[in-house]
């Protein structure tokens, strides 16, 4: 093969692959810099228009915008069922990738793990509403935050028993042979271990209940209305303000972007090891 | 086992079982409450034809009735079946062709940009998908859209990409595709990656075209990884309903719906409980199934492969 030819497929797959990029990011950008144009120069298809600060100044700081409020309700339930998920999960998750357990109990609890990761979100929402607003929960913070745990729940399992897994065995032998009980290993030894997977699983949870729509939609009340929940009754006003709906996607989109940024190969490897368990 | 002389031992026997337990126990009871105990309460709401009075609900037994309509009745959840089975294994087909051509692209192209690319497939998977559906309803808008501003400017006629139901479907589907395939692409790059070298570099010697080398050597490689990746895409397209609701709210006429917005419509929209029970409950057990049979498959298949070696 010669150089040549090498180098003209090179040329090719560089070109297909920046092309797609261009695809993907392209469609991004124009919504964005909707965020800081006038509504005039939305509606008459301007892509260069004067700058502006407005709407986000009308969201974040007009008395007819709750966003910020929003926002904050998406940063609570977030970090809340987040902390939530990430220790109970942990521990499960050491226990049962490396300790002695009945075998039935290991693959009911991963099995339906499985089951209810896959299976599609909006069958259970119906469900839980019943069930919050029965015993006066329904438009709490605690009913989110309690299904955004149960919601994120098997991904959490999944990603940190791969974690609990790639310890080594010596490691754990070694404990056990000095005498440390299962629980004094877990803190001791297994939680400072695992701290990057932590932090890993935990950052892509925190984005996960932040994005979540369809459980905020059908469990929130006004007053604990997440972001998403936000953006999408903008979007059916009367009158879109389509300025205003594209600075609040933008500000949604901070995690998401500050995870790219900071643990891009965390989250690869979060996603890849999640996706088919 | 020596230690056991240890008088220390039974009691560290004992406090080591007891973690076992007291680690589970959060797990199960979150499990058990909140996704196990909704299942149970839906198959009971089933059987029930729930109204309001004055502000509280009344429920009057109705047996398998609210089945007898869905099944028989209920033709908005078929045509949300049928939408959701084509837009599934459409969306799935294209995402795996795309994606799967553009991990062979990476893996050709070089580590020119490669983090910066990572970033850019990275962002569909994790913004949330609700901005995905703004994004795509200020794109596809019919008067001020992206798409049509561009088609108008061009001279060319504009298209209600939202609004005609012959092709909202279509619509919604390229929206999904967007979202996806970089999600598909990572994972057929990490799985070529992982692809024996050796082996390749061998079969290499072999073979004359890149089309022959697709064909014999790294497609047969990749099927394993190539199936469970169709397999579960195409269960969990079957979540789709964020970009529904944004974009179209299951319209026009029944042209977008699909089964998650049917179920949401009666639930919240129309407040027939026992319906939407109904709904779920024979969504939920016909998508178990899909995922317990596919589990089988794919097991069984790794297994027998064990056994041949």
Not at chain 1, 4 to 25: E, H, K, P
Not at chain 1, 163 to 171: C, N, Q, R
Not at chain 1, 240 to 258: D, F, K, N, Q, W
Not at chain 2, 96 to 123: E, H, W, Y
Request: proline fraction near 4%; glycine fraction near 8%.
């Amino acid at each position: 093969m010669s150089v040549r030819r090498l180098s003209a497929g090179r040329l090719f797959s560089n070109t297909l692959v920046w092309g797609y990029a261009f695809l993907i990011l392209g469609p991004m950008v124009w919504v964005l810099s909707n965020a800081f144009k006038f509504q005039i120069d939305i509606l008459t298809g301007k892509i260069f228009a004067p700058f502006t600060w407005r709407n986000f100044e009308q969201l974040l700081f007009s008395r007819q915008s709750n966003f910020l409020a929003n926002l904050l309700n998406s940063a609570i339930v977030a970090t809340a069922s987040t902390l939530i998920v990430i220790v109970i999960a942990t521990m499960a998750a050491f226990t049962l990738a490396r300790l002695k357990m009945p075998d039935w109990i290991r693959w009911s609890v991963l099995g339906w793990a499985l089951l209810f990761h896959m299976l599609p979100t909006l069958t259970f929402v119906g469900s839980w509403y019943q069930m919050f607003a029965a015993v006066g929960l329904h438009g709490t913070y605690f009913a989110l935050i309690a299904t955004h745990v149960v919601f994120n729940l098997p991904m959490a399992l999944f990603l940190m028993m791969t974690f609990v897994t790639a310890l080594p065995e010596d490691l754990i032998q070694a404990a056990r042979m000095d005498g440390c009980s299962n629980g004094a290993m877990f803190w001791r030894i297994v939680m400072p271990l695992v701290r990057g997977g932590l932090i890993a699983t935990s950052a892509l949870m925190f984005i996960f209940s932040w994005s979540d729509f369809a459980i905020a939609l059908t469990l929130s009340s006004t007053d604990t209305m997440t972001a998403p929940v936000a953006i999408a009754t903008y979007a059916q006003e009367y009158e879109i303000r389509y300025g205003e709906m594209a600075a609040g996607a933008a500000m949604s989109m901070i995690p998401a972007l500050t995870l790219i940024l900071v643990g891009q190969s965390f989250v690869v490897r979060g996603l890849l090891a999640g996706a088919v368990k | 086992m020596k230690p056991a002389a240890n008088p220390q031992t039974g009691d560290t026997t004992k406090r080591n079982k007891r973690w076992v337990y007291l680690s589970l126990a959060p797990v199960i009871i979150v499990f058990l409450a909140l996704s196990a105990f909704p299942v149970l309460n839906l198959l009971g709401l089933s059987l029930f034809k729930v109204t309001w009075q004055d502000g509280s609900a009344i429920y009057d037994f109705v047996g398998m009735e609210n089945y007898k309509y869905l099944f028989n009745e209920e033709e908005i959840y078929w045509a949300g079946v049928r939408n959701t089975l084509i837009f599934a294994v459409s969306v799935v087909t294209v995402q795996m062709l795309l994606g799967f051509t553009m991990a062979l692209a990476v893996m050709r192209a070089g580590s020119f940009g490669r983090p910066i690319l990572t970033g850019i497939f990275l962002l569909p998977i994790v913004i949330p998908p609700i901005v995905i559906g703004t994004m795509w309803r200020l794109i596809m808008g019919r008067e001020f859209g992206l798409i049509n501003g561009l088609l108008s400017m061009a001279g060319l006629p504009t298209v209600d990409w939202l609004g005609n139901p012959d092709i909202a479907l279509g619509s919604i589907m390229l929206v999904d595709i967007w979202h996806w395939t970089p999600f598909v692409f990572l994972l057929m790059l990490a799985g070529l990656e992982s692809l024996d070298t050796e082996v390749l570099e061998a079969a290499r010697l072999d073979v004359t075209s890149f089309w022959q080398e697709m064909r014999h050597i790294v497609v047969p490689m990749m099927l394993p990884t190539i199936v469970i990746t169709v397999v579960f895409r195409i269960i969990l397209s079957f979540k789709v309903f964020d970009e529904v609701y944004l974009l179209t709210s299951g319209g026009p006429g029944t042209s977008t719906e699909v089964v998650n917005f049917s179920i949401y419509r009666v639930f919240f929209s129309q407040d027939r409980v026992g319906d939407g029970s109904a709904m779920s409950v024979v969504t939920l057990f016909a998508v178990a199934l899909m995922i317990i049979v596919a589990n089988g498959l794919i097991q069984r298949r790794s297994g027998n492969k064990g056994g041949e070696e």
